[in-house]
T-cell receptor, first 116, second 113 residues
């Protein structure tokens, strides 16, 4: 199993450009999440999905859109990138929405995005 | 005020020593608690869940104090490989405003030879 993979690993954008980050998992997990991590701050949830075809807003959704057309993929889109979106983006998946002690979130390796 | 707070450190620990640090949370309705480990520029990985009665996994011991709303992590016989940032994660339970899966900013531990 590859686990959770993210594409691309690094990207530099200019302000106003758009891009899509791809997250894929091969563990047949129902739930998938997009987080961003900034220096001195914990991971913050951007959007999440409880299953194929469903998405919902997290803590910091503004400026981002997501889609979950296939169970194994969760896409994060930036329509018009801003310098404030410079961050490390982590995708995660989980077999359940409400992780119990026997469950966990599995994270991808991250995408380092710089917006100039 | 942050919902999950951690001392950022760094905690500089001689190899073989014991180190302990806490994480405080603000929501008394919190239900599940975890410690994740994050190595520099890598993804977080679950270290251990925290049970109400406290739990131990090898050299790692986690405790939960609901009355004072904090969890703790203790590392015994520190190894160089324990150098990392430890993230406290608190989950508040399912409500119609989900998203209450809060990460602390992390506590950095540096184990020195």
């Amino acid at each position: 199993n590859a686990g959770v993979t993210q594409t691309p690993k690094f990207r530099v954008l200019k302000t106003g450009q758009s891009m899509t980050l791809l997250c894929a998992q091969d563990m047949n997990h129902e739930y998938m999440y997009w987080y961003r991590q900034d220096p001195g701050m914990g991971l913050r949830l951007i959007h999440y999905s409880v299953g194929e075809g469903t998405t919902a807003k997290g803590e910091v959704p503004d400026g981002y859109n997501v889609s979950r057309l296939k169970k194994q993929n969760f896409l994060l889109g930036l329509e018009s990138a801003a310098p404030s979106q410079t961050s490390v983006y982590f995708c995660a998946s989980s077999p359940t929405l409400n992780p119990r002690p026997t469950d966990t979130q599995y994270f991808g390796p991250g995408t380092r995005l710089t917006v100039l | 005020r942050k919902e999950v707070e951690q001392d950022p450190g760094p905690f500089n620990v001689p190899e073989g020593a014991t180190v302990a640090f806490n994480c405080t949370y603000s929501n008394s309705a919190s239900q599940s608690f975890f410690w994740y480990r994050q190595d520099c520029r890598k993804e977080p990985k679950l270290l251990m869940s925290v049970y109400s009665s406290g739990n131990e996994d090898g050299r790692f011991t986690a405790q939960l104090n609901r009355a004072s709303q904090y969890i703790s992590l203790l590392i015994r016989d520190s190894k160089l490989s324990d150098s990392a940032t430890y993230l406290c994660v608190v989950e508040f339970g399912r409500t119609d405003s989900w998203g209450k899966f809060q990460f602390g900013a992390g506590t950095q531990v540096v184990v020195t030879p």
